[in-house]
């Protein structure tokens, strides 16, 4: 009994150094990085780096963080970022964002209010941890822009998984749903009989990258090479959007492939671009024309049919050229 009794304190003793250990570990890379990006010439501050939650969890809270790069011309501000793991499976870490969130890019302000913003990053426990999911899950978002405009989505669910082939490829997941565009878009869109709220935006896809998303991701750069759309849909009222194919990099680099689009009830397109500032007041009834004939050639007037092709260095959407194709890499 004695003997046990000293194994427990023993254990007890390693457990706990291990935990100190960690706790320490966490916390100097983080300030590491704070630091580094510092001396980047980057803005990289925060109040405070706190880790708890011993013995069975690494609990990270980092307080007032702000981080931009003002050359670049994007930063984010949170009051706090929390991060969880248990002791015994480090390679699964939980995250936890607040309401009040700001994201600068393009040259504007956004501020995020919603209920806690919720993430798992799941790597494979070998020594390159390479990735093998992250999911996203929030609700209640209201986006309010310092130029003029807002959005609010009701639920959003994004995920990234492993797939075992081909090599390096990823599973993209991503449904948004009651999507209540801002209140002076949805006023100049009051004669398109289109409702206040988008029900539904949806994507199941397939990226394949140059390299894993593992722990040398800083040194191989992992960059996109194909794309395999399997189903991405808008559905919006009467007017629905459909698209399938795929994208991969040619021997230039150059995106080369087919998208299949569908758009059903297609003839509140061409009012819908005007109100959205694509396409101007008299040009409209010319692409209204032009669609109707892309119309004619399927066996329902009321579906439009186009492909989004990408071939020899140029972009195609149907007989319209749209201009030099993307590079990959």
């Known amino acids: 009994m004695r003997k046990l009794l000293v194994a427990v304190i023993v254990a007890a003793g390693l457990w706990t150094g291990y935990w100190w250990a960690g706790a320490w570990a966490i916390e100097k ?3 590491q990085v704070f630091a580094s990006q510092a001396e980047q010439g980057r803005v990289a501050t925060n109040t405070g780096v706190a880790v708890h939650g011993i013995p069975n969890r690494f609990d990270l809270r980092v307080d007032q963080i702000e981080l931009a790069d003002p050359l670049a011309g994007w930063g984010w501000k949170t009051p706090f970022l929390q991060i969880y793991a248990m002791t015994w499976k480090p390679w699964h870490i939980l ?28 790597a494979r426990p070998t020594l390159s941890l390479p990735l093998a999911e992250i999911v996203l899950e929030a609700h209640n978002l209201a986006l309010t822009s310092d130029a003029n405009w807002g959005l609010g989505i009701e639920s959003a669910y994004a995920s990234v998984r492993a797939d075992a082939t081909p090599a390096n490829s990823y599973r993209l997941g991503l449904k948004l749903t009651n999507i209540a565009p801002d209140a002076a878009l949805i006023a100049k869109l009051a004669d398109t009989a289109l409702p206040p709220v988008v029900p539904e935006v949806y994507l199941d896809a397939h990226a394949t990258l140059s390299a894993p998303l593992d722990r040398h991701a800083g040194e191989t750069k992992p960059h996109l090479i194909g794309l395999d759309i399997t189903d991405a849909h808008v559905i919006w009222g009467d007017l629905d959007f459909y698209a399938s194919g795929s994208l991969a990099a040619g021997k230039d680099g150059l995106a080369e492939g087919e998208i299949a689009m569908q758009v059903k009830n297609w003839r509140v397109l061409p009012k819908l671009l005007v109100d959205l500032g694509f396409v101007k007041p008299e040009i409209a009834p010319t692409v209204e024309r032009a669609l109707q004939v892309i119309a004619a050639q399927t066996p329902d007037i009321e579906v439009l049919a186009m492909t989004l092709r990408s071939r020899d260095g140029w972009v195609n959407f149907g007989p319209l050229p749209l201009g030099p194709a993307p590079r990959f890499n």
């Open 95 to 122: 995250a936890a964002l607040p309401t009040g969130q700001t994201v600068v890019a393009s040259g504007q302000s956004v501020t995020i209010a919603s209920n806690p913003i919720e993430a798992s990053v799941r």
């Open 29 to 31: 890379v983080v300030n």
